[in-house]
C-alpha cells in the first residue's frame, strides 16, 4: 500500500513564526503536491513537484515556498505565518499521470 | 485552467443509487477527469478516473458524455459508510504542470436509513 505521511497532524504557531511542514511518501513517486482545505473552497493547489529540486507554483503560491531535496520528502514552507493561513494542509504524491494518494492532513492554527 | 462545478450537498438513502455530476465546460483535451472520496479528519481517497464514455470499477461508475464538458460519479446501491465529500478532479499532469489541475468545491453526500 501506498504511505503518504505528514510530519504532524494538529499544529499551533504564532503569526510571524516560520513554519515547516512535511510530507513523506514511500512508493518512489515522481509527483508530490501541496493543497490547503478551506470550507466552502474545497482543495487549492499550493505548489507541485515533478522531480527532485524541481517545482511549479499553484493556484495560491502566494506566502509559501517548497523544498524538493530527495524523491521521497516535499516540504511546505511558510517564511512568516498569517492567520489567514490556518487551515487544513495535504500532501499527496503520484506516478506520471496516475491517481494521487494523499496523506492525513496538518491542521495548522496561526495565532 | 478547468473550472469545475459540483451541487453543494446531496441526501440519499441506503440501497439507492446515487449521481453526481461536475461541470467543467472549459476542460482541455489532455485533461483527465477523476473522482475522490474524503471521509473526516482524512485525505481524499481515489474512486475512479476517466477521459470519454464509461469507465466502470468495483465501486462505481464514470460517465462521461462526448463533448466531455461535465461527467457523472454513479454510486450503486449506497450504504451509510458512503457518506462523505465527493470531489472531481479535472486536469493533466504531464501537460502545463500541477497548474492544471483543479478539483471542485466538492458535494457532501449524506445516506440515511
Known amino acids: 500500500d501506498v504511505k503518504v505521511t505528514q510530519s504532524s497532524r494538529y499544529l499551533v504557531k504564532r503569526t510571524g513564526e516560520k513554519v515547516f511542514l512535511e510530507c513523506v511518501q514511500d512508493m518512489d513517486h515522481e509527483n508530490m503536491f501541496w493543497y490547503r482545505q478551506d470550507p466552502g473552497l474545497g482543495l487549492r493547489l499550493i505548489y507541485f513537484?515533478?522531480?527532485?529540486?524541481?517545482?511549479e507554483k499553484g493556484d495560491i503560491p502566494e506566502g509559501y515556498s517548497v523544498s524538493r531535496e530527495k524523491k521521497e520528502r516535499f516540504s511546505l514552507i511558510l517564511e512568516s505565518a498569517s492567520t489567514n493561513q490556518t487551515s487544513m494542509y495535504l500532501c499527496?504524491?503520484?506516478?506520471?499521470?496516475?491517481?494521487?494518494?494523499f496523506g492525513p492532513g496538518t491542521r495548522l492554527t496561526v495565532l | 485552467l478547468a473550472k469545475t462545478t459540483q451541487p453543494i450537498s446531496m441526501d440519499s438513502y441506503e440501497g439507492q443509487e446515487v449521481n453526481i455530476t461536475c461541470s467543467h465546460n472549459?476542460?482541455?483535451?489532455?485533461?483527465?477527469i477523476t473522482w475522490y472520496q474524503q471521509f473526516p479528519s482524512q485525505g481524499p481517497r481515489f474512486i475512479i478516473q476517466g477521459y470519454k464514455t464509461k469507465v466502470t470499477n468495483e465501486v462505481a461508475s464514470l460517465f462521461i458524455p462526448a463533448d466531455r464538458k461535465s461527467s457523472t460519479l454513479s454510486l450503486p446501491r449506497v450504504s451509510l459508510s458512503d457518506t462523505a465529500v465527493y470531489y472531481c478532479?479535472?486536469?493533466?499532469?504531464?501537460?502545463?504542470?500541477?497548474?492544471?489541475?483543479?478539483f471542485g468545491t466538492g458535494t457532501q453526500l449524506k445516506v440515511e436509513l
Open positions: 472549459n476542460i482541455a483535451t489532455n485533461d483527465y
Open positions: 499527496a504524491s503520484s506516478f506520471l499521470r496516475d491517481t494521487q494518494y
Open positions: 478532479l479535472v486536469g493533466d499532469i504531464l501537460t502545463g504542470g500541477g497548474n492544471k489541475l483543479t
Open positions: 513537484s515533478y522531480d527532485v529540486k524541481m517545482k
